[in-house]
């Protein structure tokens, strides 16, 4: 299933941002195991946020921790990434996936869809 996030923008330090995952052409983004992760500039690859929704289990990584919030909404069969407080430091590309595991490391999710760009300035 291939994934698109959205609602990437330009925004000012201490704003927010709420990006979208759908799935392509109408598809059901059906794991049980959803993130996101992010790749600044020159970096590599960040985890941000995985949950698994049938145990409600939810991992952060603390650099987000208590500003971004991940959600979903059955009825639109996307997946949401609130993000608030935003800061210089979160600027990159933001990418959905899904996976078999809540994991930090990102290599281990068994795909990940295109990406939003986010840009914070200071």
């Known amino acids: 299933v291939q994934l698109q996030a959205s609602g990437g923008g330009l925004v000012q330090a201490g704003g927010s941002l709420r990006l979208s995952c759908a799935a392509a052409?109408?598809?059901?983004?059906?794991?049980?195991?959803m993130a996101w992760s992010r790749q600044a500039p020159g970096k590599e690859r960040e985890f941000v946020v995985a949950?698994?929704?049938?145990?409600?289990?939810?991992l952060y990584a603390d650099s987000v921790k208590g500003r971004f919030t991940i959600s979903r909404d059955d009825a639109k069969n996307t997946v949401y990434l609130e993000m608030n407080s935003l800061k210089p430091e979160d600027t990159a590309v933001y990418y959905c996936?899904?996976?078999?595991?809540?994991?930090?490391?990102?290599?281990?999710?068994?795909?990940w869809g295109q990406g939003t760009l986010v840009t914070v300035s200071s």
């Open positions: 949950i698994r929704w049938s145990r409600r289990y939810t």
């Open positions: 996936g899904a996976g078999s595991n809540v994991v930090r490391d990102t290599t281990k999710y068994s795909y």
């Open positions: 052409s109408g598809r059901t983004v059906s794991s049980d195991v």
